[in-house]
């Protein structure tokens, strides 16, 4: 089985946290010694885990150009197994309102890695994305995630216009945000179970993609700047979603 490679302090801790056993190779430079290292070592001894000590320049190697910040983790792939109507299920008998995030052509990793973050801060259930256009969790999308990887179910699917009408079918509401759009995030009720979709920044959504949304809506632009990043505008939109289901 091949392995993925993790890099960084959050993106192993956040492994050795939640699947440790899943780690089976674990290097650190053995030039560090600080106190945040040492921290990381007993966390990462406690879970039996061995370390294997090498030099900076032997790291960097195994990073594959990705920054460690000393520390790189083989480990087998822990993604949830679940599908989006295993998840939609699992929702229902919580009794919770889905909150989802839907990327569509987002290849740049930093974009991913931030997407994830702001997803796990802001409660979302998952990330789901198509398995072709789009990145997938490297090692660069894991360190830029802070842990938020191992913690936000990332779902792939073959298409997404077609998840998007199987959500549509479970009652919730698939919303796009568009520049043009006559109606703000502000305008619009997202207390309901709701799929915020995000394009990629330039290209913006597919076509089949924004037509198969319930309603597209804007984010409001003050300054002289004419779009945000997708991971920004993910993160302002998911936040919409927190304020108005904490005002109810």
Same mark, same amino acid.
């Given at each position: 089985? %091949? +392995?993925?490679?993790?890099?960084?302090?959050?993106?192993?801790? %956040?492994?050795?946290? /939640?699947?440790?056993?899943?780690?089976?190779?674990?290097?650190?430079?053995?030039?560090?010694?600080?106190?945040?290292?040492?921290?990381?070592?007993?966390?990462?001894?406690?879970?039996?885990?061995?370390? $294997?000590?090498?030099?900076?320049?032997?790291?960097?190697?195994?990073?594959?150009?990705?920054?460690?910040?000393?520390?790189?983790?083989?480990?087998?792939?822990?993604? +949830?197994?679940?599908?989006?109507?295993?998840?939609?299920?699992?929702?229902?008998?919580?009794?919770?309102?889905?909150?989802?995030?839907?990327?569509?052509?987002?290849?740049?990793? /930093?974009?991913?890695?931030?997407?994830?973050?702001?997803?796990?801060? %802001?409660?979302? /259930?998952?990330?789901?994305?198509?398995?072709?256009?789009? $990145?997938?969790?490297?090692?660069?999308?894991?360190?830029?995630?802070?842990?938020?990887?191992?913690?936000?179910?990332?779902?792939?699917?073959?298409?997404?216009?077609?998840?998007?009408?199987?959500?549509?079918?479970?009652?919730?509401?698939? $919303?796009?945000?568009?520049?043009?759009?006559?109606?703000?995030? /502000?305008?619009?009720?997202?207390?309901?179970?709701?799929?915020?979709?995000m394009g990629a920044e330039g290209e913006g959504m597919r076509r089949l993609t924004r037509e198969t949304c319930d309603e597209l809506?804007?984010?409001?632009?003050?300054g002289s700047v004419e779009s945000l990043n997708v991971s920004v505008a993910s993160a302002v939109c998911l936040y919409e979603s927190?304020?108005?289901?904490?005002? $109810?």
């Open positions: 089985m %091949a +392995l993925q490679m993790l890099a960084g302090f959050h993106a192993v801790r %956040a492994r050795i946290r /939640h699947a440790a056993s899943s780690i089976k190779e674990l290097y650190i430079e053995e030039a560090r010694r600080d106190k945040r290292m040492q921290s990381f070592i007993e966390q990462a001894e406690s879970q039996g885990l061995k370390i $294997v000590f090498v030099d900076k320049k032997r790291l960097d190697t195994i990073a594959r150009g990705v920054r460690h910040q000393g520390v790189v983790a083989m480990a087998t792939e822990a993604e +949830l197994a679940m599908d989006v109507d295993e998840l939609l299920d699992l929702l229902e008998d919580k009794g919770e309102k889905p909150l989802l995030l839907l990327l569509d052509s987002v290849t740049d990793p /930093h974009n991913l890695g931030a997407c994830l973050r702001s997803a796990d801060a %802001a409660g979302c /259930h998952a990330v789901i994305a198509p398995r072709d256009r789009a $990145v997938g969790l490297n090692a660069t999308v894991r360190r830029v995630a802070c842990g938020a990887a191992e913690t936000t179910p990332y779902l792939t699917v073959t298409n997404l216009a077609r998840t998007m009408r199987s959500l549509k079918e479970r009652d919730v509401w698939v $919303v796009g945000t568009d520049d043009q759009a006559e109606n703000s995030i /502000h305008d619009i009720d997202v207390t309901r179970g709701i799929a915020w979709v809506v804007s984010i409001p632009m003050i927190v304020r108005q289901r904490r005002s $109810v």
